[in-house]
């Protein structure tokens, strides 16, 4: 099964709003990244959290790690139509041999 | 964006034949990833490689070969097509092992299509 689990699957907001995202996962962790997939594209890394930090941000992006319930969020700040994407989390679990990756959360950004 | 090509973008097949996708790299990276991308499953690690010749499985690596003779090329051979590897075809990067706190960086997909 997978590692890490988003919630939720789908989210339309308009644009200027924000938007945030939840992740789940199961085992211990190195980190924990976020990426975002624009449709037909690959995946682009967005931001990467330390399992000994618990908030990061990276322009207009705020991740949190709560190592203790297993989650992490995703807040995207003042939301643009250029931000509709897909955004998955994936984790760098200890004594694994490479990323998971939940299953992702659909974001539609009305202009 | 990071130097990586795979080819073909699309492909669309017959059951029962041989398929080779290509993941070309210009970073010079050592470590290499195929993964497979589904509705409802988000990716899943076909095969790893961490060096020239240096492959292993992951979890869900049956009816999957690879092979890199070149640090810059990874193969991913489908030896006898079947219906339920339709899929998106994703390869990844990383200059440094899992553990390492690095992101991987990912080609734009291989679409494949078995009828």
């Known amino acids: 099964s997978q590692q890490g689990e988003e919630d939720p699957q789908a989210l339309s907001i308009q644009e200027g709003e924000n938007a945030t995202m939840n992740c789940s996962y199961k085992?211990?962790?190195?980190?924990l990244q976020w990426y975002r997939q624009n449709s037909g594209r690959g995946l682009v890394h967005l931001i990467l959290?330390?399992?000994?930090?618990r908030e990061k941000h990276s322009g207009r992006l705020r991740v949190t790690l709560d190592t203790s319930k297993k989650s992490s969020s995703l807040l995207i700040t003042a939301s643009r139509a250029a931000d509709t994407a897909s955004y998955f989390c994936?984790?760098?679990?200890?004594?694994?041999?490479?990323?998971?990756f939940g299953s992702g959360t659909r974001l539609q950004v009305q202009p | 964006d990071a130097g990586i090509t795979q080819s073909p973008r699309h492909k669309v097949t017959e059951t029962g034949t041989p398929v080779t996708l290509r993941c070309h790299q210009t970073?010079?990276?050592?470590?290499m990833y195929w993964y497979r991308q589904d509705p409802g499953h988000g990716l899943r690690l076909i095969h790893y490689?961490?060096?020239?010749?240096?492959?292993d499985k992951g979890e869900v690596s049956d009816g999957y070969s690879v092979s890199r003779s070149k640090t810059e090329d990874f193969l991913l051979t489908l030896e006898s097509a079947t219906s339920s590897q339709t899929s998106v075809y994703f390869c990844?990067?990383?200059?440094?092992?899992?553990?390492?706190?690095?992101?991987?960086?990912f080609g734009d997909g291989t679409r494949l299509s078995i009828l």
């Open positions: 990844a990067i990383s200059d440094r092992e899992i553990g390492s706190n690095q992101p991987q960086h």
């Open positions: 970073e010079n990276h050592r470590y």
């Open positions: 490689s961490y060096g020239v010749k240096d492959t």
């Open positions: 085992t211990s962790i190195n980190n």
């Open positions: 959290i330390r399992s000994n930090e």
């Open positions: 994936a984790t760098d679990g200890t004594g694994r041999r490479a990323l998971t």
